[in-house]
């Protein structure tokens, strides 16, 4: 990895009230997802959005990549695309799925893509890949430019060989870490929704998410547990098992327990390479990583 293949990441959202996150390369960005309302994404003419606090700027932003059609990754879609008149990206599924949703103008290019092939999108090689989650087409994401790679994988119940393949490809992971199944357990959900979060098709626990991480060892640089849930988790129970699936090897990866809860004890941790733990507020979209 040369200096010239530096990416700049921003967690803008992150859990079930909203999922988005900045890439920025040379010269270009993405968004992957956009969950939360254009307004607080993108700012308004008087009052910056979370895109603008963390650093980022929207004329870099050559497409959005869209992972599946569930709410929390496609409530600000319509807002944000028709703003920045640049295309979204996703699975046929998908893409059908969130047209059919959205009751009002589509002023921005919809494109699909297929899990397996890659795509030119800006500066960025994109592959998308196939992920297990109860919505119509999900995917994942291998984002690259020049020799830097970030694997996105969220909203999974499992993670497969397949699956395990391209994740391990990555210099750096957004990896979901959504309950710790004891929580989960003991929590105030219906059955019905326990066995859903915790089926094939629902959310990776902080021990798969620990269980693929351990897989990586010291292969990654970055580690973004995302998606946490605000009743089933707590930032520092998803660190917890991440740096004891990482072991030896926590040391060599900087973590990062992305929350965007109201509650402040309930703020994402931060494990910086070589230190102890830094505990940040919940405003993660404020942090920006280097891969």
């Known amino acids: 990895m040369t200096n010239d293949d530096i990416m700049e990441i921003s967690v803008l959202a992150s859990g079930s009230k909203g999922n988005c996150v900045y890439i920025e390369g040379e010269g270009c960005a993405l968004l992957v997802d956009a969950g939360r309302s254009g307004r607080e994404l993108l700012g308004t003419k008087t009052k910056q959005g979370r895109l603008g606090e963390s650093g980022g700027d929207a004329e870099k932003i050559e497409g959005i990549l869209v992972t599946h059609e569930h709410g929390d990754h496609i409530k600000g879609l ?12 996703g699975t046929v599924g998908t893409m059908d799925a969130f047209l059919r949703q959205r009751t009002g103008p589509v002023r921005f290019p919809v ?16 592959e998308p890949f196939v ?5 119509t087409e999900p995917c994942g994401y291998l984002i690259s430019e020049g020799s830097t790679r970030l694997c996105y994988c969220t909203d999974t119940g499992i993670v497969t060989e397949s699956m395990m393949s391209v994740i391990s490809r990555a210099d750096g992971v957004i990896l ?27 959310h ?5 998410a ?8 010291d292969s990654i640089h970055l580690a973004i547990l995302a998606h946490l849930s605000e009743e089933n988790n707590e930032p520092g129970l998803a660190l917890s098992a991440a740096q004891e699936g990482l072991s030896l090897h926590a040391e060599s990866v900087e973590l990062f327990a992305a929350s965007t809860v109201d509650l402040k004890e309930k703020a994402p941790v931060r494990k910086v390479q ?12 404020r942090y920006r990583f280097s891969l």
Not at 79 to 88: D, E, H, I, R
Not at 131 to 135: G, I, Q, R, T, Y
Request: include cysteine; charge should be positive; glycine fraction near 12%.
């Open 78 to 89: 319509a807002a944000v695309g028709n703003k920045l008149k640049k295309p979204a990206y």
């Open 176 to 202: 979901e870490s959504n309950h710790c199944p004891e929580m989960l357990r003991t929590g105030p959900y219906p059955e019905f929704l326990k066995r859903r979060i915790s089926g094939n098709r629902g």
């Open 204 to 208: 990776l626990s902080n021990q798969d």
């Open 111 to 126: 494109q699909t893509v297929k899990p397996g092939s890659q795509y030119e999108i800006g500066g960025f090689q994109v």
């Open 131 to 135: 992920v297990s989650h109860d919505a």
């Open 274 to 285: 070589g230190s102890g733990r830094e505990v940040c507020t919940d405003e993660c979209w």
């Open 210 to 217: 620990a269980s693929v991480l351990r897989e990586l060892g």
